[in-house]
Nanobody, 124 residues
Framework: QVQLVESGGGLAQPGGSLRLSCAASGRIPSNYVMGWFRQAPGKEREFAAA????????GYADSVKGRFTISRDYVRDTMYLQMNSLKPEDTAVYYCAVREGVLVKTRPDEYIYWGQGTQVTVSS
């Protein structure tokens, strides 16, 4: 079983930046995918970005493409989400998640392990 802990959330101004981290409790198998999802109040959880653990293949939601950058530290079993040019509509709880497989998937029900989430608020 994989345990995930997110950190790095907080308050940012529009146009600002934040960097989220997701640390895994153990080794992430090479045939896994790690992803970031977000959930705003009253809305469904939505895909933001994901990365295949071994090859580092990446997928982004259109809403964050060009502003967010996902990366991983293979040695430290840690994933990151660099968020730039933040907008008020990026306000949400951000979750990291893990799925078995080698393809980036965008549906939450395709991921089996989840962190507790970290709040990101974008406001002036």
């Amino acid at each position: 079983q994989v345990q995930l802990v997110e950190s790095g959330g907080g308050l940012a101004q529009p146009g600002g930046s934040l960097r989220l981290s997701c640390a895994a409790s153990g080794r992430i198998p090479s045939n896994y995918v790690m992803g970031w999802f977000r959930q705003a109040p009253g809305k469904e959880r939505e895909f933001a970005a994901a990365i295949t653990w071994r090859r580092g293949r990446i997928g982004y939601a259109d809403s964050v493409k060009g502003r967010f950058t996902i990366s991983r530290d293979y040695v430290r079993d840690t994933m990151y989400l660099q968020m730039n040019s933040l907008k008020p509509e990026d306000t949400a709880v951000y979750y990291c998640a893990v799925r078995e497989g080698v393809l980036v998937k965008t549906r939450p029900d395709e991921y089996i392990y989840w962190g507790q989430g970290t709040q990101v608020t974008v406001s002036s």
